[in-house]
Every structure is written in structure tokens, then in C-alpha cells.
């Protein structure tokens, strides 16, 4: 039974810059108990389109129809669709924070939720609050179900925003980017308990993701979008194993996943502008296929064998762009490499452990985490949020320090440096971040922020150090003639490479990223750990690596340490850990990252989350 259909929808937002083209043309239908994938980068209309079936674009010009229930939810008045809103269709987002109130108890908001929609008693609808909460996992409903937001875990807020959404048996669930801010394993369990639901409500669901390798082992059928346009539809193993638009083609080739090596095949340059009407196809400036008549005349929906339908000239399905081949002289030569850059001994670090109003131990953070980088190499580090990884990485660079233990940058303890011998290590080791805009002062210009590193350690000056700047923006990809623009002129990609800059400019041996494309998107992702890469060969610089990624840290690093409340749980190359895991955390850690595991439902890792949780 269809669910939703979608047709023929264009959505065109007023800004002052003149009409945001979100959607052009989308048509789809989502059927009874289907997992429906949308999957596009930001900008691609993804969330917009969502926003538009649940009726949240006020002043937006839309045409076309959204048929839910055999109504048009376009024609429907804004009290009507209040009415559908939350009972017949829900939502689920990526943050629960901010859409659970902070004041009230979660067993007060899903009574709301229950009486706003349905005449029944308070009594009635806490049994149905506790009953559902149940359902959804949350232990003890009946007590919990006084507890204030802020006394769960995140995974355990998105389970309560489900609850929420589903209490009212909706027959449309739309779940925006439902595990994007969770750990590995809790992701899992997310996606095991949505496709309980649906199965057991008979829910449609659609779900929004950036993340295609999750989509490929859960969705029924998928739907690629790019700058407002539908670019493939069809079912799920068909769009994301053999898709047959050049650009699905390009999302899947570049993003890591836990087989490939070596460079990755990126895809060139940036989303067009959506304030720009489309003649031709959106994505011609990118694709590696563009013929002459892509750049003047819009596609076809073109329809193959395996039920995909492809908005592309291309009268067959796209190809695999040849495989880049990996540099393995270099590799082979930093694999040699002894010489070990940093080393960490039994470092330490507990907070309140020194206060004299502590009457215990206080909290430890690290437990004793000793670690070596041979030179040349990426180690990296993986673990979920609060296992201590970034805070190591915070004393390795020497920004904090250790409670107790040591730790050498290329043989010198950094313990205890007088002040002219802590400058000169600061040029050793550099650290990128994670947000490239949080990083970077919006009202300065590039070009003074990427000379900082000169001004602060009196190393280069006038246009000595101007012409240095240009260089270094030469060697990451950016456009010297940027020198004078402002942060906000450029793309997350190119503000990384921002970053990258500034950290090469004192020509450092050691580079700590801290999650350092966990903020961009797949394409722009693949430049960037390319960029890495090519700097690390060139350069032959050192590199420590934090991410939650397993699929990106597997792709960049020789060696990695799992850690774990604090503690390094297991250390060993890249490729013995991933066939061989010994520790119980690194199994659970890569069967839950595993779409194959994610697709059988969750149920070892949910298993041994629960052994581990004390
Ligand atoms: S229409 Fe042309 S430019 Fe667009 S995706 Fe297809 S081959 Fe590439």
C-alpha cells in the first residue's frame, strides 16, 4: 500500500540573494513498512524535502503534489496539517536535545503528545508512555518515565524521541540523520529498534542520511539527491552496489570504506549554487562522463533493467573510474621507518585528584595510555566519544599536562620545558580540528590567519611571509589570489585546507588530526584525506589520527590503538586488528560498524553493550 507519492515536486525559497532552488522536479512514492533512503551531501535539498511533507516551509513556493493518505498535503490548511502533524506523520532528528524540553519530564511530554491528538484519560495515556517506552528498550519505564531529558545517554534521548514518534502509530516516520551524533555501536542498536517498529506498526519510514554505506545495508529503496534534483532512484542494493548515475557512482567511490586503500578516487570541486536556475545538468562541471550536450540541455530520466531510474544522458549504467594507483614506493619506505617521533609512556591524567576539597581519587581520564609514532607513519585512534582520545592528543601536543608519565616528541620530553624550548616544539607538532569554521577567526583574512604561525613565532615577515602564505595555499589545493578573502567566503573543504595550511607553515615533523573530515561531506571527505595523504609523502610528516570513523582511520593508518574508558584495549597494524581483533571492544566496535551486521539487526552489539555497561 502507498504510503506517501510524491510528484513532480519543485520547491523554491525566498532569500535576499534572490530564489534558493531546493527541490526541481522530485517525484517518488514510499510504500507501508518500506525503509525509504533520501542520501545527498548538504545542499542537496535532502532536509528541505522533508521539511515540505511535514508542512514546516512557510512562506516557500512549492509545486507539484505531496499525496499522503489520499490527500494533498500542499492544499491542506495549516490547522490540518497541525492535526496530521505528530499523529499521522512524525519526525525524528538528529539531535533529541532539541526537540525534547529540557523542563519537562519525558513521561509529561509523551502524555502531551498522546492527549494533543486522542481524547483519553492522564492515566491511560502515562500507561501508553510507560508501555512504549518499554518497547523502545528504556529499563524500569515506570520509573524513568519521570526523568528529565538530561538524565539519559544520547542514544538513550534518541530512543525516548522515538517513543514519541511512534506512539501514536504513525503510518509515516521521517527520521532526519537518526544516528548521525551517535557512537558506533549505539547507531546500531538505533537501526536494529527502527526496523523493529516498522515491522511491528507497519511505520513507513523514510530516512535522511549523508551516509550511504548505513543506507546500502538498511534501505528498501533509495533516492540520491544533488542540488535539488533527484539524480537516481531505485531499490536499495541497485542504487548503492551498482548505481547507474555517474554521481552515485562518484559519492560511493569516495568515501573509505573498510576495503579500500590508497588514494581515493574524489570527486573534483564544489555543489553548484542553488540560486542559479539549471539549463543543463547540475552535475556536468563535476562528472567525468560530461559530454557536449549535458552542458546545454537538462537529462532524462533514463529507466534499466534493475529497476533504477538515472537523471543522466548516459544511455548506459555509469562505470567505475580506474582505481588511482596508491604510491607504494613511498609507503614501502615509511613502513621501514624505525625512527620513532613521539613516544608516550604510562601517561596519566584525573581531575581533582589534587584538590583539597576532593575527598576521593577524582575522575581519571587516562589510565596509564602509552603509545609510539615511527616517523613517516599515521597512527591511528579510535574509540567512542569520552574514552579519552582527544584529551591524549591535547597532552601529546603538549596544550595539557599529564598528571604523571612522559611524553618524548623526536626524543626530547616535552615534561616541564622551559619557555624557549616549548617554543621551538610547538613548531614540531601542529593539530587540526575537527570544524574548520570553529577553528578559524571569521573576521580575519585568510591569508593573515594562515601567516599567524610567522607572526607569533617572529619567523617571517612583510612579504617574506606573504609569499610564504601564498606557497603554503599553493601546496593544499586553495587559490593564492584568495589571500584577502574571509573565512566565510569559502566551502567546509576548502576551510579545512585552511587549516591544513596553518598547521604546515612552521614545517612541522608531527601532525595530530582530531577528527578532521568528520564535519564534511563524502566528496569534499576524499579530497581531503587525499590531501593528507599526498602532504604525508611529500612531506614526509608524522601523523596521529583520531576518529570515530573506523572506515576513514582503516584507510589512512598503518598502525591503531582502540581505546576505551581511558585505556589502550589493544594496539596493533591495521590489517591484523581488523581480521584478528583479541579484545572483546575492538569485536564490538567493527561488528557494529559493519552494515552487514547493522542489517541483521543489532543484536550482538546490543548484547555485549549491555555485558560491558556496568
Ligand atoms: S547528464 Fe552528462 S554530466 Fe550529467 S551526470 Fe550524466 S553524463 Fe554526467
Redesign the pocket.
Known amino acids: 500500500m502507498t504510503v506517501l507519492s510524491v510528484r513532480n515536486l519543485n520547491i523554491a525559497i525566498p532569500t535576499g540573494d534572490g530564489h534558493v532552488h531546493a527541490a526541481r522536479d522530485v517525484s517518488f512514492s514510499v510504500e507501508a513498512e518500506e525503509l525509504f533512503g533520501i542520501a545527498g551531501e548538504s545542499g542537496s535539498g535532502k532536509s528541505v524535502l522533508s521539511q515540505a511533507i511535514m508542512g514546516l516551509l512557510p512562506g516557500a513556493l512549492i509545486s507539484g503534489e505531496i499525496l499522503f493518505e489520499d490527500r494533498d498535503l500542499l492544499k491542506l490548511s495549516p490547522r490540518e496539517m497541525q492535526q496530521l502533524r505528530g499523529n499521522r506523520i512524525a519526525m525524528i532528528s538528529q539531535d533529541p536535545l532539541s526537540s525534547l524540553h529540557p523542563f519537562y519530564t519525558i513521561g509529561q511530554q509523551i502524555i502531551e503528545a498522546i492527549r494533543t491528538h486522542r481524547q483519553t484519560s492522564h492515566e491511560a495515556a502515562l500507561a501508553e508512555a510507560i508501555d512504549i517506552l518499554g518497547r523502545v528498550g528504556i529499563h524500569d519505564a515506570d520509573k524513568r518515565v519521570n526523568d528529565y531529558p538530561h538524565q539519559f545517554s544520547g542514544g538513550m534521548r534518541q530512543r525516548v524521541m522515538i517513543a514519541m514518534a511512534i506512539v501514536l502509530r504513525p503510518a509515516l516516520l521521517i527520521a532526519d540523520e537518526p544516528t548521525t551524533a551517535l557512537d558506533v555501536t549505539v547507531q546500531a542498536q538505533i537501526i536494529s529498534l527502527l526496523n523493529n517498529m516498522r515491522r511491528e506498526f507497519g511505520t513507513a519510514i523514510i530516512m535522511v542520511t549523508h551516509d550511504l554505506e548505513l543506507l546500502s545495508s538498511v534501505a528498501d529503496h533509495a533516492m540520491v539527491m544533488y542540488a535539488g534534483n533527484r ?1 537516481e532512484l531505485g531499490p536499495g542494493n541497485a542504487v548503492l552496489r551498482t548505481p547507474s ?3 552515485t557512482m562518484g559519492l560511493l567511490q569516495s568515501s573509505p570504506t573498510h576495503e579500500s586503500r590508497g588514494p581515493l578516487p574524489s570527486i573534483p570541486g564544489q555543489p553548484p549554487s542553488l540560486l542559479i536556475e539549471q539549463k543543463a ?1 547540475a ?2 562541471p563535476r ?1 567525468p ?3 557536449d ?2 552542458r546545454t540541455q537538462r ?1 532524462p530520466l533514463r529507466r534499466f533493467d534493475d529497476n533504477t531510474q538515472s ?4 544511455e548506459n549504467k555509469a562505470v567505475r573510474a580506474p582505481a588511482i594507483a596508491a604510491a607504494a614506493e613511498e609507503s614501502a619506505a615509511a613502513s621501514k621507518s624505525s625512527d620513532i617521533v613521539v613516544s608516550v609512556s604510562d601517561v596519566r591524567l584525573a581531575y581533582g585528584a589534587r584538590s583539597l576539597f576532593s575527598k576521593g581519587g577524582g575522575v581519571e581520564v587516562l589510565k596509564g595510555v602509552s603509545l609510539e609514532l615511527p616517523r613517516g607513519t599515521t597512527l591511528g585512534i579510535v574509540g567512542e566519544s569520552g574514552c579519552g582520545k582527544s584529551t591524549l592528543a591535547r597532552i601529546i601536543a603538549g596544550l595539557l599536562p599529564p598528571t604523571s608519565g612522559d611524553v618524548e616528541i623526536e626524543g626530547k620530553s616535552i615534561i616541564d620545558l622551559d619557555r624557549q624550548s616549548w617554543v621551538e616544539m610547538r613548531k614540531r607538532i601542529q593539530m587540526v580540528f575537527q570544524d574548520p569554521f570553529g577553528s578559524l577567526n571569521p573576521r580575519r583574512r585568510v591569508g593573515a590567519i594562515i601567516g599567524d604561525p610567522f607572526r607569533i613565532q617572529k619567523v617571517a615577515h612583510g612579504d617574506d611571509r606573504k609569499n610564504r602564505v601564498r606557497d603554503l595555499m599553493e601546496l593544499v589545493g586553495l587559490n593564492p589570489e584568495h589571500y584577502n578573502r574571509f573565512p566565510s567566503e569559502f566551502s567546509g573543504g576548502q576551510r579545512q585546507r585552511i587549516g591544513i595550511a596553518r598547521a604546515l607553515a612552521l614545517n612541522p615533523s608531527i601532525i595530530i588530526f582530531d577528527e578532521p573530515v568528520s564535519a564534511l561531506d563524502v566528496s569534499i571527505q576524499a579530497q581531503i584525506l587525499n590531501l593528507i595523504a599526498k602532504l604525508q609523502r611529500d612531506l614526509g610528516l608524522s601523523y596521529l589520527f583520531i576518529s570515530h570513523d573506523l572506515a576513514v582511520v582503516r584507510h589512512v593508518s598503518k598502525e591503531i590503538i582502540v581505546m576505551q574508558g581511558g585505556q589502550v584495549v589493544e594496539r596493533g597494524e591495521t590489517e591484523a586488528l581488523y581480521h584478528r581483533p583479541q579484545h572483546s571492544y575492538t569485536r564490538e566496535l567493527l561488528a557494529a560498524a559493519d552494515p552487514n551486521y547493522r542489517k541483521g539487526g543489532g543484536a550482538t552489539a546490543a548484547s555485549i553493550s549491555e555485558a560491558l555497561t556496568p
Do not use: K, R
Request: neutral net charge.
Open positions: 539524480m548515475h555517474p554521481y545538468c552535475f556536468a562528472c562522463s560530461v559530454m550536450i549535458c537529462p537523471l543522466c544522458w548516459l
